[in-house]
DNA sequence: CGGTATCCTCGGAGATACTG
DNA sequence: CAGTATCTCCGAGGATACCG
């Protein structure tokens, strides 16, 4: 998933929110800013590292905005710009496509054996 | 992106997505069925092994159909569900996001940001 | 022609320690 | 607390050859 071969937008987004963390994350904040350590809480799976560099590449992306506050210990807290909140219901959809899909198209066997 | 913590489906819709030629590949069976040499015509940089693996990811999730036809050479086609019919339209809002977020909302904030 | 098997490498990401 | 630096390791995926 490196180089990009063609300009397209399709592409160009999927590069942006694959992988594992991307609608995590944008999922967590849809309720509003949060602080690093409650985003590291609410996905305790994710390192550290991996987190700066998810949260930077979304915020080079304008989904997300980080605002760091002075102050000792340090204080950063992200939230989704309006473009990310505006990307919470087409990722939404995909969810529910999902949901739908895996109930009737693909699972259609399991049903069958249950009647 | 391996085992997954929550039975969320936005993760996993999101783990069949994801990567480089997810998106594409459904992208080009957008017109009809296609036969397998035609996919790697559309897709010159994919290779040989990797297109057979992602075809059958795909299929699995129920967004493709396989149909062999016997005979020699062997001739194999692919083409959506209605499953995966119904995803293309939430593929492409995800690019005009990207079009319009990328053109517009992005620099804006930049440009908020100084004043 | 389409699919599988094999080998190999290169970098993503796990893990830990250190800095401001 | 948030971010960076290192080191390591494993496996996705590039490349090629062979099979049905």
Redesign the interface.
């Known amino acids: 998933?490196k180089s990009l071969?063609l300009r397209?937008?399709?592409?160009?987004?999927?590069?942006v929110?694959?992988?594992?963390w991307?609608?995590?994350l944008i999922?967590y904040l849809k309720g509003g800013a949060k602080r690093f350590r409650d985003l590291r809480k609410d996905n305790p799976?994710i390192y550290h590292k991996m987190m700066t560099l998810e949260l930077r590449t979304l915020k080079e992306?304008?989904i997300i905005?980080r605002s760091e506050f002075g102050g000792y210990p340090l204080r950063v807290e992200y939230e989704l710009?309006?473009?990310g909140h505006?990307?919470v219901p087409?990722?939404?959809?995909?969810?529910?496509?999902?949901?739908e899909?895996?109930g009737?198209?693909?699972n259609m066997e399991r049903i069958d054996r249950k009647s």
């Open positions: 998933m071969v397209c937008p399709i592409e160009e987004v999927m590069q929110l694959s992988g594992r991307p609608t995590l999922y799976t992306a304008g905005e710009t309006s473009a505006r990307l087409l990722i939404d959809a995909l969810g529910d496509w999902w949901e899909t895996q009737v198209d693909v």
